[in-house]
């Protein structure tokens, strides 16, 4: 069976974190490779991101953190890498990261692959390092070609494999993954799964991130909008059959958006026989 690991992002309390841990803790039975919290726009979370990352790893949990350039210079950046390093990480996923609100991309934007380039430069300890992969091709990406042009500088900077942005259209990622291998990314790909828990929250997070709900899945969830019940357990199989075609397909593994829940995410981990 593929590996899995889960995503989750930085509560803003102590209590918050608290329950976080519980819900890595309920996750742990199905033997994730690692943890990951995400980092907020611009690094408007390094220090939760980074009270979240300490916290779950005092509790015994693999967190590793994501990590965007933001409008840090270098040599901060690599001193919150050598912090984490000191917490016992050794895997980073790298981003872009979102620009921050108001900001537009008029701003000078450190890219992914100048991160990946940095750490490189100036860490010698073994770090893994992740870099996104867009399947249905980065919002801000003039073509599809482009943007694997931009995920192959990343990976020659030094990435070690990607992880996806989520999709519900598996043919979007096997698409994707053979014409990155025809340009020479030679890295392992792991496709990005987000549980459907609720229609208009799907809705708004996939518009914004330029992700395509196919048209049949909309219509349904738009038609079970107001039963929940009856919506989960769409969701629930939905994505449990995207994540088997994907495993069959020769993914390397699945890494699944949690939104701190435990519950979609086990249920579908449990339905995969994880």
């Not at 992740?130 to 070609?145: L, M, N, R, S």
């Not at 969830?221 to 088997?244: K, M, N, Q």
Request: proline share 5%.
């Amino acid at each position: 069976m593929a590996e899995v690991s889960f995503e989750f992002f930085p509560p803003r309390t102590q209590r918050g974190r608290d329950n976080l841990v519980r819900t890595a803790q309920r996750l742990a039975l199905f033997r994730p490779t690692f943890y990951s919290v995400t980092y907020g726009a611009g690094g408007s979370t390094r220090d939760r991101t980074f009270a979240t990352v300490a916290g779950l790893r005092g509790a015994g949990i693999n967190a590793v953190p994501h990590l965007s350039w933001g409008s840090d210079d270098g040599d901060t950046v690599i001193a919150l890498v050598n912090d984490y390093l000191d917490l016992g990480i050794d895997r980073i996923v790298a981003l872009r990261g979102d620009v921050p609100s108001g900001a537009g991309l008029a701003r000078s934007v450190r890219h992914a692959e100048d991160l990946v380039r940095l750490i490189r430069e100036r860490i010698e300890a073994p770090l893994a390092i992740e870099v996104g992969a867009y399947p249905e091709v980065h919002p801000d990406a003039a073509t599809a070609e482009a943007d694997i042009s931009f995920l192959k500088r990343k990976v020659d900077a030094g990435a070690d494999g990607c992880i996806t942005q989520y999709f519900y259209n598996a043919e979007a990622f096997f698409h994707f993954r053979d014409r990155c291998t025809a340009h020479g990314i030679d890295v392992p790909i792991v496709p990005g799964v987000m549980p459907i828990t609720n229609y208009a929250n799907l809705v708004k997070f996939s518009d914004k991130a330029g992700v395509d709900i196919p048209r049949w899945i909309r219509l349904r969830l738009d038609e079970l909008h107001g039963d929940d019940e009856a919506l989960r357990t769409f969701g629930c199989e939905v994505v449990t059959t995207l994540c088997r075609t994907l495993v069959d397909g020769g993914a390397p593994g699945i890494h699944f958006y949690t939104m701190n829940n435990a519950a979609p995410t086990a249920e579908i981990a449990r339905n995969l026989g994880l």
